[in-house]
């Protein structure tokens, strides 16, 4: 089946640097993307996301870049800290049916460590 | 504002006994999911309400794993009997989710119950 999937399955950077995490979609019919973030004994907990009729949203320190030409999608971590040292999953959200209820897919998550 | 509430937060059984975890969603939020999360993976849905009416179960292992949203407030999700395939962390989220909506709703995760199976 369609499945969204991640590029690097670890990232190292040191305190300060910026973090890039990819993450490839197959499925065009893909109406909105989400980042999650996971730590350790704890629940996804949402980041930032994006509609598929945009190409890049801004929050605090992080920016979502959406390329529907290539399926692809990225989180960018400005001054990356050791507190963001966790698990980021990328997932896609789909209407099934032509159903206003939504459904996500989880791709595999790529671990982040962030050295002081 | 209170989180999704899950327990318990750790069970072990033996193969072939049963298990239900229970959910506590956000006051107010109409969708709840229950979502499967092995090791290394990201988590996989298995089962989504609307209020207390399924919406999607297509991904749910009917055979031996079932799930209730009685009120639509609190769920429970049972497996009977568990497999050692079964082990995994088993994430709660709610959304407020309303039907007339035709985007994405933002789903607030629970901790997780991770469940060993032996």
């Known amino acids: 089946g369609e499945s969204v999937g991640l590029h690097l399955p670890t990232l190292s950077v040191q305190e300060g640097d910026n973090s890039i995490i990819n993450c490839a979609y197959s499925?065009?019919?893909?109406?909105?993307f989400i980042w999650y973030k996971q730590e350790s004994g704890k629940g996804p907990q949402f980041i930032i996301d994006?509609?598929?009729?945009?190409d890049k949203r801004q929050g605090q320190r992080v920016t979502v870049l959406l390329n529907k030409t290539v399926k692809h999608l990225s989180l960018q971590i400005a001054a990356t800290q050791p507190g963001d040292s966790a698990v980021y999953f990328c997932?896609?959200?789909?209407?099934?049916?032509?159903?206003?209820?939504?459904?996500?897919?989880f791709g595999q998550g790529t671990i982040l460590t962030v050295h002081p | 504002e209170a989180g999704v509430a899950q327990s318990p937060r750790y069970k072990i059984i033996e193969k072939r006994q049963s298990v239900a975890f229970w959910c506590n969603p956000i006051s107010g939020h109409a969708t709840l999911y229950w979502y499967q999360q092995i090791l290394g993976q990201g988590p996989k849905l298995l089962i989504q309400f609307q209020n207390n009416g399924v919406v999607d179960d297509s991904q749910l292992p009917k055979d031996r794993f079932s799930a209730e949203r009685l009120k639509g407030v609190d769920s429970t999700l049972k497996i009977q009997p568990a497999k050692l395939e079964d082990s995994a962390v088993y994430l709660c989220?709610?959304?407020?989710?309303?039907?007339?909506?035709?985007?994405?709703?933002?789903?607030?995760f629970g901790p997780g119950t991770r469940l060993t199976v032996l």
């Open positions: 997932a896609e959200n789909t209407h099934a049916g032509g159903t206003s209820y939504g459904k996500l897919t």
């Open positions: 989220a709610s959304s407020p989710g309303t039907s007339g909506r035709r985007y994405y709703n933002e789903q607030f």
């Open positions: 994006i509609r598929s009729n945009m």
């Open positions: 499925n065009s019919a893909s109406d909105y």
